[in-house]
């Protein structure tokens, strides 16, 4: 009788396991937070939409509804985040906590930026469409906060008192050029003067070369001269000796 008892209490037991087992896992969604069947959504932020006198050192924290920080959306979520002031754009860091170590923080993304923010100015920070989730949902529109610093507001210089300086600043400046050309006038004398004696070096150069050329091709013409005298009076002499010996040789034969 009682070993019956426990073999129902059994059956009951994993009849309620099978039972239960679904609902669990629904409860649990895939992992990311916020339901499978919700869409990527941002929840809060510090500092808030609309915040004023915001410290310029602040830390932008943006808090989602699932897993955005998970390491296989990590690469392309650094990438979906501008913060602007007016038309410029304000460099920063995107931190993100290791949902394996930190799964606290597995929601939440921070910005920093990289120089302190202009006192009395109003930032915005946008998150871009493409934001994704560790279950694979997506952002599907922009969404954006803005925010003011604290402090007084720069004040910019007045546009037309500094192009009033910049005429006057003009309008001295011919003065001053005309009082140095003067100098500059006597001081072109001597270039000018250096300039024509050394126009006229290369033509006496010039003039001596061809004196040297013509001195030269003279000398070699003498030396040709005679060279062509010394060559006819040799032959001359030649021809002389042959004429006296054949002289004599007759001279002795015939005796």
């Given amino acids: 009788m009682q070993r019956n008892s426990k073999i129902k209490l059994l059956v009951l037991l994993v009849l309620a396991a099978l039972v239960i087992s679904p609902f669990m896992v629904l409860a649990e969604g895939d992992g990311s937070g916020g339901g499978q069947n919700q869409p990527l959504a941002l929840l809060a932020s510090t500092p808030a939409d609309g915040a ?101 507001a720069p004040k910019e210089q007045p546009t037309q008192s500094v192009e009033s300086g910049s005429a006057a600043k003009q309008a001295t400046m011919p003065q001053a050029e005309v009082k140095e050309s003067a100098p500059n006038a006597v001081e072109t004398q001597p270039e000018a003067s250096s300039n024509n004696s050394s126009l006229t070096a290369p033509v006496d150069v010039t003039q001596k070369d061809t004196s040297q050329a013509a001195s030269e091709s003279t000398t070699q013409g003498n030396r040709e001269t005679t060279g062509r005298t010394v060559k006819g009076l040799t032959y001359a002499g030649i021809i002389v000796l042959l004429g006296v010996g054949g002289l004599v040789f007759y001279r002795v034969k015939r005796k």
Avoid: W
């Avoid at 930026?113 to 202009?118: E, G």
């Avoid at 009395?120 to 994704?132: D, F, R, S, W």
């Fill in 52 to 152: 004023q006198n915001v410290a310029r050192d602040t830390q932008i924290k943006l808090s989602f509804n699932k897993n955005v920080v998970n390491m296989s959306v990590a690469a392309n979520n650094r990438k979906c985040f501008t913060i602007v002031q007016g038309q410029n754009k304000v460099a920063f860091d995107v931190v993100m906590a290791d949902d394996q170590v930190q799964p606290e923080g597995k929601r939440d993304i921070i910005l920093v930026p990289r120089n302190s923010l202009l006192p009395g100015t109003t930032y915005k920070v946008i998150v871009n469409p493409g934001l994704q989730a560790k279950n694979g949902s997506s952002l599907t529109q922009a969404v954006s906060i803005t925010f003011t610093t604290t402090g007084a």
